[in-house]
């Protein structure tokens, strides 16, 4: 049975963002659970609001309207301080970083409990050490970050997250950069987290079919329309995705959830 604390929850929610003209609103209405122990992957066509989204549930941007419920309680009604506690957060932009180990660079996630000087306690060092473990990249635990894969520097990206040890991790488009074998990699870590660590996982992404075969819960975000929450086979059997995914020359099969091109062009 899951408790209040281990969810989120979005009641009439709109998002949108400041332009030199006044708010742009991208969506409105929203109205779901995002819930631990599962992962959750927010599929939708550029410029829907996904990243909108993600940036307004993490606090890095003001919603136009509605609520969002972290424990229970309204998002904004938490400090900064609270919400590093609360709330990780993996983006897509790569880490700029030279002369940094991957331990020294997955340590950075304990800054929200180190205090004024920044010194890192035994137990702050095995919580990163454990983090690590978790994501299976004890090898590169010396290596330079910028000497690393993208698909490495993913990994560690998420180790830093879990070393914030925060019951929510959201991510903008996590696969983004890597190669078929570590999206696949990265995305079975997070389904590993997910349940093991009974976190909240909430990620964006544009790799509908892997979303398809992985996610517990999908987030459709469709244009001018209500967010379709559910499992992909509730999703595929409603329509929604059909409607989502086909268009002259693909084609979508909702029994083996499969997407096909049917045309060259």
């Known amino acids: 049975?899951?408790?209040?604390?281990?969810?989120?929850?979005?009641?009439?929610?709109?998002?949108?963002?400041?332009?030199k003209h006044g708010i742009k609103t991208v969506a409105t209405g929203i109205d779901g659970t995002i819930k631990s122990g599962e992962l959750t992957c927010l599929l939708g066509a550029n410029g829907v609001g996904k990243s909108t989204l993600l940036k307004t549930?993490?606090?890095?941007?003001?919603?136009?309207?509605?609520?969002?419920?972290?424990?229970?309680?309204?998002?904004?009604?938490?400090?900064?301080?609270?919400?590093?506690r609360l709330i990780g957060v993996v983006l897509t932009e790569k880490p700029d970083v030279r002369n940094m180990t991957v331990r020294e660079l997955v340590s950075l996630g304990r800054s929200p409990y180190t205090g004024f000087w920044g010194t890192y306690s035994k137990d702050d060092l095995q919580v990163v050490d454990e983090a690590i473990a978790m994501v299976g990249i004890e090898p590169l635990k010396k290596r330079m970050v910028h000497t690393l894969s993208d698909g490495e520097r993913q990994k560690v990206m998420i180790a830093k997250a879990l070393a914030q040890q925060?019951?929510?991790?959201?991510?903008?488009?996590?696969?983004?950069?890597?190669?078929?074998?570590?999206?696949?990699?990265?995305?079975?870590?997070?389904?590993?987290?997910?349940?093991?660590?009974?976190?909240?996982?909430?990620?964006?992404?544009?790799?509908v079919e892997l979303a398809l075969q992985?996610?517990?819960?999908?987030?459709?975000?469709?244009?001018?329309?209500?967010?379709?929450?559910?499992?992909?086979?509730?999703?595929?059997?409603?329509?929604?995705?059909?409607?989502?995914?086909?268009?002259?020359?693909?084609?979508?099969?909702?029994k083996t959830m499969t997407i096909k091109v049917t045309k060259q062009v």
């Open 1 to 19: 049975m899951k408790t209040t604390g281990e969810t989120i929850e979005l009641r009439n929610l709109s998002i949108g963002y400041q332009t």
């Open 57 to 84: 549930l993490s606090s890095f941007q003001p919603k136009t309207g509605g609520e969002i419920l972290l424990e229970g309680r309204e998002l904004s009604e938490y400090s900064d301080k609270q919400l590093s």
């Open 166 to 207: 925060t019951p929510v991790i959201y991510l903008d488009e996590p696969t983004a950069f890597l190669d078929y074998p570590s999206k696949v990699e990265v995305l079975q870590l997070l389904c590993r987290i997910s349940r093991e660590a009974d976190k909240v996982i909430f990620l964006s992404t544009h790799d």
């Open 214 to 254: 992985m996610a517990d819960t999908i987030w459709l975000m469709t244009q001018g329309e209500a967010v379709a929450i559910g499992s992909p086979k509730a999703l595929a059997e409603q329509g929604a995705l059909g409607r989502f995914i086909e268009r002259e020359g693909i084609a979508f099969d909702p």
